[in-house]
């Protein structure tokens, strides 16, 4: 099965989104509307993951993002990111290339020696092995509430904004990401940023029933690094609440992002 690699549409100042580790771009797609009513929008699929470039090294995901930014000539745009987007987010406003981030819970924001991070790459290790076996059966799981709900639980709090068409796509995309090396590599080298060098405007969102990256011990320290962020709580809300809180999601970024 062939997927894209991104997706481009509206008019107004730019807007890149970032989607989360295993997943692709048609993350942003209950949001998109509302989105691109405001902004153009390109939303991509970061490398290793499913129509994404081929995995590189942590670095060399920011940098081809970076290309991507290159090509339409966007030299700083409104980013928003989940996850592991969140965090790429973040890394292009260290490069000075955002003018403002809204980072919906990214990854790397532990305390050291916190073991809930050797305990999530370790979800990610199982989950993508589970996504790998569920795919072929992907259109028959998304086809009922039931499947779409059971196949979401991980990452929303509800399927009600999800369609079975979607709900298949994310299952076949996280069974087509390479998740290994990324995992690999965040054990290896951990989440390196220099919060000193953001300048731009910064708010974190996050979901109160985030099961990925839970709260407080996700974000304590973004908490600390950033002090000046803005900080919104969903409530309710999953780990990609652009899926569940599309309303509250697409405000919440076009609001900052204007």
């Known amino acids: 099965m062939s ?12 807007l890149l989104l970032l989607h989360g580790f295993t997943d692709t771009w048609r993350t942003w797609e209950p949001v998109l509307p509302a989105l691109e009513r405001r902004f153009e929008v390109l939303a991509l699929t970061l490398a290793g993951h499913a129509g994404g470039p081929g995995f590189p090294a942590d670095e060399a995901i920011v940098d081809a993002v970076e290309a991507a930014l290159d090509a339409p000539g966007w030299e700083a745009p409104a980013v928003a990111g989940n996850s592991l987007g ?15 981030v ?30 790998q076996d569920a795919a072929p059966r992907a259109d028959q799981i998304a086809a009922t509430p039931e499947g779409r709900a059971a196949a979401s639980v991980a990452y929303a709090s509800t399927a009600d904004h999800l369609s079975a068409d979607l709900v298949a796509h994310l299952i076949r995309g996280a069974a087509a990401c390479d998740a290994e090396p990324l995992v690999a590599f965040a054990e290896r080298e951990g989440w390196r940023l220099d919060p000193e060098r953001i300048t731009c405007p910064v ?20 908490r600390t690094e950033f002090p000046q962020a803005e900080w919104v709580e969903i409530e309710g809300a999953g780990h990609c609440p652009q899926l569940d809180h599309p309303v509250e999601v697409a405000e919440l970024i076009g609001g900052f992002s204007g």
């Open 203 to 222: 708010r974190f969102v996050w979901g109160t029933e985030d099961k990925i990256l839970a709260l407080p011990g996700a974000a304590a320290r973004y």
């Open 86 to 100: 969140g965090f790429v987010g973040l890394r292009l406003a260290e490069r000075g290339r955002a003018r403002s």
């Open 3 to 14: 997927f894209d690699s991104s997706h481009r549409g509206g008019a107004g100042p730019p």
């Open 102 to 131: 809204v980072a919906l819970a990214p990854a790397g924001g532990w305390a050291d020696g916190d073991p809930a991070i050797a305990a999530t790459l370790r979800y990610f290790r199982a989950m993508s092995k589970m996504v």
